[in-house]
Nanobody, 126 residues
């Protein structure tokens, strides 16, 4: 599975961005997908995850109420809609998927994931 993240950019505080993660190669519609982010000098943090069918979602506290994860398996794509962005949301955002089929979305540890996209930079100015 190869993952391609896109949609990052520069936005003012309070603005919105939608990130996309498109998979190629083997199907990833039978496994959950997650979004992580890494700010300069910091560890990679969990943002959100979605189950293979989209019925279950999990969010970090920092994302609740502002970010929405969704997926379109027909397009092999997972989205992260980010609203009310804050300067502290500035980071490189990565999408990731596990090696095998899974159920549910409670996978917040980076070690739950094997396949990683290349990252897309989100910069929020104050």
């Amino acid at each position: 599975v190869q993952l391609q993240a896109s949609g990052g950019g520069l936005v003012q505080a309070g603005g919105s961005l939608r990130l996309s993660c498109t998979a190629s190669g083997r199907t990833f519609s039978n496994r959950h997908t997650g979004w992580f982010r890494q700010a300069p000098g910091k560890e990679r943090d969990f943002v959100s995850a979605i189950s293979w069918g989209g019925a279950s979602t999990t969010y970090a506290d920092s994302a609740k109420g502002r970010f929405t994860i969704s997926r379109d398996n027909a397009k092999n794509t997972v989205y992260l809609q980010m609203n009310y962005l804050k300067p502290e949301d500035t980071a490189v955002y990565y999408c990731a998927a596990p090696r095998f089929a899974t159920s549910g979305s409670r996978y917040s540890n980076p070690r739950d994931y094997v396949y990683w996209g290349q990252g897309t930079l989100v910069t929020v100015s104050s």
